[in-house]
């Protein structure tokens, strides 16, 4: 019976072929791209605001809602918070992954990779959690400040206008420091790769025909590096984006574009607002894609 | 050559790291651990409503409370279950894929690893607010099931990775062989598949379940009311009503994931490293 059902199979390759990829692609078919097409759909409907229940007409109102000031600040804090994410990250990754890719021993870079991956794959919400234990009042960063005499310039820092909060660990600064942290490994990563790639051959040719090492670095290598730094910026970007947690924990109660999407589908009810909110996020990834594959970042994944 | 010598900087030719490349490397290092060792620090702390630093005094009484907290463990047993069904869905959507694009030629076969990429590479809440709109607009009840297939569908591109660079390493000469001796399709799959990719199964299955394990921004949309680990961290982060409980229970999961990832991450590398000699 198995051999005929195998002999069977062997015969129609197609039909084989159809049989693995089925499943999977009914599942993402189906579930994801059917939720996203759900998504879409959201969009257009409405809440009526007298019932508090999701009117299926077609309408173009909720999409004019997401064009109030108020929701605009919401994309633009996001999008800058994000871009101020990726642009710190980019600079704390670089040396790390540099050493990784040029300097290290064999034994020493297996070590650091995992060094690497570790935080990668473990708990974000603890990674996120040891930051309030740092970044409160009490915590380690104002005793530290405290012993070499600068808790002065935290008080000023805090008392600025936009960066400053109560406490670190409610302002937007504490709201950076953490998505820095937090999404660091997702930059490493693809540099190293970028700079494990650059030929070796092409650094001594530029030394040899007479460049300084710095301007081998800036002629030669970094630009070699810049599609793993846009294929790490594709990973700080978006997880940016669509983060509620970070916000929520440690920022006011100015609303960044997953707070906000978090409380319309929640507290409101008004999932069609939400639906429209994503749209932002999609959109801006879109734009970022295509310009993340003009620069060929999509090689240095 | 000259220059090269003179310069206290000479890191480019590969021989030794310029100061400022060495620190750079310690800093980061530094900043990617001290947050996780002030976790282990917190879980001893004789204090329950500050972070206080140093701690007035360590303690190890938190232990027992931690591993015998209720509403912990059932948030843990329901986190676990789900990640379990998860990570079997993943297992067998990502190998059936992995198996299509290794041996097919079809169209748009570029489009399988894109599809299969995009619920991790698009913003969470994006997967999360969609799965949320679906079953609101097909009126399906939150259950159990609900996070699970959430969990899948972003899971299924860890296995699927794994286990196509793995089909890809090893070749289809074993298999024809097989074949070859008179095995049937069935025989062949159970003695050679199998066991060639067993390692690369477990590697993807252990990252998914980990991926599922502490999942919070897609959880949020489909959970309903049911508290995983994760979101039961989060409300205890939101309104503290037992710090030590929460710390202490940081500090569990830090180390009980750190172990499966680092066996993970060896399985991948030895496979890659046994699999680059032959060739």
Redesign the interface.
């Known amino acids: 019976m198995?051999?005929r059902?195998?002999?069977y199979?062997?015969l129609r390759?197609r039909l084989t072929?159809a049989l693995?990829?089925l499943?999977?692609?009914i599942?993402?078919v189906v579930?994801?791209i059917?939720?996203?097409a759900?998504?879409l759909?959201?969009s257009f409907f409405y809440l009526n605001s007298f019932t508090g229940q999701?009117v299926h007409k077609f309408t173009l109102g909720t999409y004019a809602e997401l064009l109030e000031p108020a929701n605009l600040s919401i994309f633009w804090r996001t999008t800058i918070m994000a871009a101020l994410v990726t642009f710190a990250d980019a600079i704390?990754?670089?040396?790390?992954s540099?050493?990784i890719a040029?300097?290290a021993s064999k034994r020493m870079k297996?070590f650091?990779?995992?060094?690497?991956?570790?935080?990668l794959?473990?708990?974000?919400?603890?990674?996120?959690?040891?930051?309030?234990?740092?970044l409160?009042k009490?915590?380690?960063l104002s005793?530290f400040l405290q012993i070499i005499r600068l808790d002065g310039v935290l008080n000023w820092f805090l008392n600025l206008p936009v960066v400053g909060g109560p406490s670190l660990a409610v302002s937007a600064t504490g709201i950076f420091i953490v998505f820095a942290?937090i999404w660091?490994?997702y930059m490493?990563l693809p540099i190293e790769t970028a700079l494990e790639r650059v030929p070796?051959s092409l650094?001594?040719a530029?030394?040899?025909l007479?460049a300084?090492?710095?301007q081998?670095?800036r002629n030669v290598?970094l630009p070699l590096a810049f599609p793993g730094v846009v294929a790490g910026s594709?990973?700080t970007f978006?997880?940016t984006?669509?983060?509620?947690?970070v916000p929520?924990?440690f920022g006011n109660s100015s609303y960044f574009?997953?707070t906000a999407?978090?409380s319309y589908?929640g507290t409101s009810g008004d999932?069609p607002l939400?639906?429209a909110f994503?749209m932002g996020?999609?959109a801006i990834?879109i734009v970022y894609l295509l310009i993340a594959r003009r620069l060929g970042a999509f090689d240095a994944l | 050559?000259l220059?090269?010598k003179k310069?206290s900087?000479?890191?480019?030719?590969?021989e030794?790291?310029s100061w400022?490349?060495?620190?750079?490397?310690i800093?980061?290092?530094l900043?990617?651990?001290?947050?996780?060792a002030?976790?282990f620090l917190?879980a001893f702390t004789t204090e329950t409503a500050?972070?206080?630093?140093?701690p007035p005094g360590l303690t190890l009484k938190w232990f027992p409370q931690a591993i015998t907290n209720p509403d912990m463990l059932a948030s843990l047993q329901l986190t676990v279950e789900v990640a379990v069904l998860a990570t079997l869905m993943a297992i067998?959507?990502?190998t059936?894929?992995a198996?299509?694009v290794y041996?097919?030629t079809?169209f748009g076969k570029e489009t399988?690893s894109f599809?299969?990429l995009?619920?991790l590479?698009?913003?969470?809440?994006?997967?999360g607010?969609?799965?949320?709109?679906?079953i609101?607009?097909?009126h399906i009840p939150f259950s159990y099931w609900t996070i699970v297939?959430g969990h899948?569908?972003f899971c299924?591109v860890t296995v699927y990775n794994n286990v196509l660079a793995r089909f890809r390493r090893t070749g289809g000469s074993q298999i024809e062989a097989s074949?070859d001796l008179g095995a049937?399709?069935?025989q062949t799959f159970w003695h050679i598949i199998l066991p060639n990719i067993s390692s690369a199964l477990l590697a993807g299955g252990i990252?998914a379940f980990?991926?599922s394990?502490?999942e919070?921004?897609v959880t949020?949309?489909t959970a309903g009311q049911q508290k995983t680990l994760?979101i039961w961290?989060?409300s205890q982060?939101?309104k503290p009503r037992n710090r030590p409980v929460?710390n202490v229970t940081?500090l569990l999961?830090?180390l009980i994931?750190?172990v499966p990832?680092?066996f993970a991450?060896r399985l991948i590398?030895q496979s890659s490293d046994t699999g680059e000699t032959p060739e």
Not at chain 1, 112 to 119: K, Q
Not at chain 1, 121 to 134: E, G, K, Q, T
Not at chain 2, 129 to 134: D, H, N, Y
């Open positions: 198995l051999n059902l195998s002999t199979l062997y390759p072929l693995l990829l499943p999977p692609l599942w993402f579930v994801y059917g939720s996203l759900s998504l759909l959201n999701v704390i990754a670089f040396p790390l540099y050493y040029r300097f297996t650091l990779y995992l060094a690497v991956t570790l935080p794959w473990s708990s974000y919400l603890i990674r996120v959690y040891s930051w309030n234990l740092i409160t009490e915590g380690i005793w942290y660091l490994p490493i070796k650094v001594e530029s030394s040899d007479g300084s090492p710095n081998t670095f290598i594709i990973f978006s997880l984006l669509g983060d509620f947690i929520t924990l574009i997953g999407v978090l589908q999932i939400a639906a994503t996020p999609i990834m | 050559m220059s090269r310069s900087t000479p890191g480019l030719s590969g030794r790291a400022f490349i060495k620190l750079g490397t800093g980061a290092l900043f990617l651990y001290i947050p996780l002030l976790i917190y500050a972070y206080t630093f140093p067998i959507l990502g059936l894929a198996a299509a041996r097919g079809f399988i599809l299969l995009l619920p590479a698009l913003p969470g809440i994006v997967t607010i969609a799965l949320r709109s679906a609101g607009l097909m297939i899948a569908t299924v074949m049937n399709s069935f990252l980990s991926l394990f502490d919070v921004i949020t949309f994760p961290i989060f982060m939101l929460t940081a999961i830090v994931t750190a990832i680092l991450q590398n």
